[in-house]
């Protein structure tokens, strides 16, 4: 079995500075140096990835369905799935295709 590397999982929300919308979040899944950027439903999200494949994090800047998200995390781990599930600001979840 292969040891998964230390997971060192934190968002970070940038809000607008009088109105307190929220305006972008990134999640870091893991450290490392981004390889390859993704980008999902169709600008909504960005993921980075590292040179082996492995998921770095997740930049959102606008609403994604919930199906986008599952794409984005669908080889990781279930404590990264969690992660996601637990931390997304709201504001930045379709529950359906508008």
């Keep these: 079995m292969v040891a998964e590397q230390h997971l060192q ?3 970070t929300v940038s809000a607008h500075q009088e109105s ?3 305006l972008a ?3 870091r899944i893991r450290e490392g140096k981004a390889a390859e950027v993704r980008e999902y439903g169709e600008g909504a999200a960005f993921a980075n990835y590292d040179s082996k ?3 770095l994090g997740i930049e959102f800047l606008a609403a994604c ?3 986008v998200l599952r794409q984005i995390v669908r080889n990781e781990p279930p404590a990264i799935k ?3 599930d637990r931390s997304i600001p709201v ?3 379709q529950k359906k295709a508008s």
């Design 91 to 93: 504001a930045f979840v």
């Design 82 to 84: 969690a992660f996601l």
């Design 20 to 22: 307190g919308q929220i």
């Design 65 to 67: 369905q919930i199906k």
């Design 53 to 55: 494949g492995r998921l």
């Design 9 to 11: 999982m934190t968002m």
């Design 25 to 27: 979040a990134y999640l």
